[in-house]
């Protein structure tokens, strides 16, 4: 395949109004698939970008805004909302994940902005949806996380429940909502029509607890929560175990993965021991099964016991820390993590994105743009207002 065609959604231009991670990291996707994503800040920049340094931008920043133009609009002026509706009738897509209402308020809500521009893709993300009871609930991530089930099946069933560590929410969120918005421009290009969507981050995640839902099901009461287990407790070996210098992941979900493991292990004879005789079995033993493996695994190096499992199709990986990830050869290899140079912060890695199409690079990564740098140019560029016009609403505080 050629490998000098354009980006998927080159041509595209897109609004991003994103605050914080969910909507951010969706413009992020859009913009690192070929969409001219123009992000729009309130004009002392919006609040992640001086949450870590007052002087600038701390590192999720940079990592979820960066191959963005970005623009200042004040959305409390009248002029910087007459702005935003000359800038609509230009782009394909607005996004936001502002609070229901706060757009509409503010009289840029989606009727209005679709009466401007009938092809327009509004797209909203929020907790918990436009519409139901918890619609107007506020939402962060762990307030999100709590209200899915996901911190109830956290943690271990003798202390209290845990959040999960990574912001899954916020990021699952901003992944539905973009491929939300790459379906309605499929739909526009049949329709001629826009669409306004509507992507909560609680529904978005629900998916997420399959396995607990498959639990609850089985057994009909909320699961318990089980540590580094399988949700129903079905499998076994399924843990973290420890090694002589860190821990490893060991999944069995087949006979033959157990047959194998045995054999990485030398202990083929537990083949002939009773309480380990098939999976249903060794799930009602997983104590012992567990300790099998640990009285193992804690022999070896970390990397042996992978290369070992590696060597005979066993299910594991090692439990890397953050620098470990930072520095993962395949990651930077493949392009998922890239080094940038930050004039604040020193030197970076930043991931790419996750969207790869054959006989096509991704385009490199860049930092972000500084609060407001590319008023001028966009202003001039699809408004046509000049230097002059640009510094007025300067000095009129709508930008």
Known sequence: MPTNQQQPLAGFTVL????IYNGPYCGYLLAMAGARVIKIESPIGETL?????ASGEGYPFCMLNGNKETITLNLKSNRGQ?????LVAHADVLLENYAPGTMAKYGVGSDD???VNPRLIYAAATGFGQQGPHSDYRAMDVTVQAMSGVVAITGYEDEPPLKSGPALCDILGGVHLYSAIVTALLQRATTGEGAVLDVSMQDSVIPTLCSALGAYYRFGDDPPRVGNHHQAKALAPYNIYATRDGHVAIICIREGHWRKLMKAMNREDLAEDERFAN???????MELVDEAVESWSRTLKTQEVFETCQSNQVICAPVQSISDVLSDSHLIAR?????LEHPELGSLMIPSTPLRFQGLQPPAVALPHAVGEDNDAVYGELLGLSADEVEALREASAI
């Open 16 to 19: 991003d109004m994103g605050q």
């Open 49 to 53: 970008r001086g949450a870590e340094r």
């Open 82 to 86: 007459e702005l935003l509706k000359n």
């Open 113 to 115: 902005l679709t009466a």
């Open 279 to 285: 999976m249903a079995i060794r799930a009602k033993n």
């Open 335 to 339: 392009g998922a993590l890239q080094k």
